[in-house]
């Protein structure tokens, strides 16, 4: 099958800031572990990062820090130490890529992370969280905080989600408490609005960007994505991720008023979605299927950080929609609720293929891929592709059986696109 390896993804000039960002935020988080009377918090995917902003506190994301170690051809190693310790291959990569990034020093900038002062997670995406995090919690000796949310399974109604609600509330009190325990500091509630009302703007220009990749050719797709969403998940709440998304939105408008897209022109033939966790130290693999004109334009990974909130609402309403986002996350939909989704999405961004990433590191959100799989392939009459890798650890890929699979799967979209 033919591919033309000139292919190259024409990103948005105010891409290039969020280099700065990201450096600015390691330098900030290696200072403040040497100030005294800072706070560092290691925080889940799913953890309402916009609760530590209030009361100060900087936030470090062990699995952000695995990412980095995946793309800098380090997991593998920091996967291996911590299996030398005991830790089964079935575990999560990202935690073993943590274990083995804190225990060996990692440098920040390779996907080291310097020791909290607590840990706090949820089970919103993976039950992993608490185990993983309670782990490293006794190891490092430091308090552990776990939120525990219920799932809103298939059968639940309203009664049942206002129960979900209530028991989630009384869990965001008792953090207050935890907080103070740490900090000494009381809850703010002004502030802690005033940080939502700004993550809310985070999250607003977020979807305008999303509204823009509908069209074609897309002027903006997950090989940004993918590491734009940073602000979203550490800094949702400040100024200079609002800034960073201002900057992309106005690349993006012009890219569109000018008929430009991320790819060169007519090279656009395939517009996917991609569903999970992409495999890190293989980023380039979104590249190569460039090649074959396939590009994500779509990825429900990506969107889900970015949830819209209010604050407009008195404090024991404000605190059930702050309980609400925990519960309603697209890594928690029933099967029913999330075929309707993916048929929406596949409406409405014109979609032409779906990927569906078997993480073998993040079992929670594979279940059900079969059946998503069928459904969408009777209902939409569109390819799906089940990709059985992992998100960080290299000894799960395969180039060569894993590019025979993509140009399969190129394949019988072009028949697809040519039959229909």
Known sequence: MAENKKIRINHPPSAQKLKGIIGKYMLKATIANKIPWKKLGWVSAGFPVELLWTYNVYPLHPENAACAAGVRKMSQEMIEYAESLGFSRDLCSYFKTNIGAYDKKLAITMGGIDKPHFCASTNTICDTHVKWFQTQARRMGVPYFAFDIPSFVSGSDDSRMDEYLEYIVDQIYKFFDFMYDITGKKFNLKRFKQIIDKSDRLAELWHEIYEYRKISPTPYSFQDTLSSIFPMVLLSGLDVGIKFYEAILKDVKSMVAEGKGEMPPGTEKYRLIWEGIPHWPKIRFLYDMAKYGAISVYEPYTLSFAPRKRTDLPEDEFMKE????????????????????????????????????????????????????????????????ILSADMNDPRAWADEPIKNRLEAFIELMRENKKSN
Not at 330 to 350: A, C, H
Not at 364 to 380: C, E, F, H, W, Y
Request: with cysteine; aromatic share 10%; net charge neutral.
């Open 322 to 385: 702050m309980a609400k986002l925990m519960v309603h996350f697209p890594y928690n939909y029933n099967l029913e609720t999330r075929i309707e989704y993916f048929k929406d999405v596949i409406d409405k961004y014109n979609i032409d293929g779906v990927i569906l990433h078997e993480n073998m590191s993040c079992r929670p959100s594979t279940v059900g891929m079969v059946d998503l799989k069928n459904a969408i392939q009777r209902d939409k009459g569109i390819p799906v592709w």
